[in-house]
């Protein structure tokens, strides 16, 4: 009797919804139903915690010298975006804006790449961010990042703004300059110096 009774009332529960569901108009379903095309632009905000770093010289002639650690730092990333959409499902774009974090204050520019699944403008997607970073360090110092992850877009049914919650991983590379303080044989310019960071981040976009 018990069994039949929860499963009476599962039932009374799964009506309601299906019936809901049904009772969608087709005027409901276009409203919610995406038609992306063109151009949209943006913001983007990232808060970041990098768990590695990697630190390596090299002085001509010489073995390179690595030091590793483990850590949990913070940074972020305020980006300015603006993305073509190909068809509903892939956009393509680029983004550019501040990366701000315990070492290193740094331009990045980025290709970027979305692919948005299924035909509601509430859906899942993915994303690829590609480029370089710029640091200023007695010059232009290039780098590289990368980054990628999953996120969720919301908007509503009439209005322009979409709003993307996003979780993902970025790897970034910086070159600056040696630190040489003191007399030695060799110059800087025989001196290279890299630093990789590796970190995850959670991020919010409004695009409009």
């Known amino acids: 009797m018990r069994k039949f009774l929860v499963l009476l009332l599962l039932v009374a529960m799964t009506i309601p919804v299906a019936e809901a569901r049904r009772r969608e108009t087709p005027e409901e379903i276009e409203r919610k139903t995406r038609h992306y095309q063109g151009w949209e632009k943006g913001v983007s905000l990232r808060a970041s915690l990098i768990f590695y770093e990697l630190d390596r ?3 001509v002639g010489e073995k390179a010298v690595r030091t590793y650690t483990d ?3 913070f940074g972020g990333n305020v980006m300015l975006h603006a993305g073509y959409f ?3 499902h892939w956009k393509v774009g680029a983004e550019i804006g501040a990366q701000i ?3 290193h204050t740094v331009i990045p520019v980025y290709a970027t790449a979305h692919y948005y699944y299924g035909t509601r403008k509430n859906c899942l997607f993915n994303f690829v961010n590609l480029g370089t970073n710029l640091l200023f ?3 232009i110092r290039l780098g590289s990042n990368c980054a990628g992850g999953v996120g969720y877009r919301i908007q509503a049914p009439d209005s322009k703004y ?3 919650i996003m979780v993902g991983y970025q790897a970034t590379l910086f070159r600056p300059r ?3 303080e003191g007399v030695f044989q060799y110059k800087e310019s025989d001196v290279k110096r890299h630093e990789f960071n590796q970190g995850v981040f959670i991020g919010f976009t409004l695009t409009f």
């Open 57 to 59: 010289t090299r002085i």
């Open 71 to 73: 850590q949990a730092k």
């Open 86 to 88: 190909i068809n509903n």
């Open 101 to 103: 974090q315990y070492n």
């Open 137 to 139: 360090d007695k010059g």
């Open 162 to 164: 979409k709003y993307d």
């Open 178 to 180: 040696p630190e040489m």
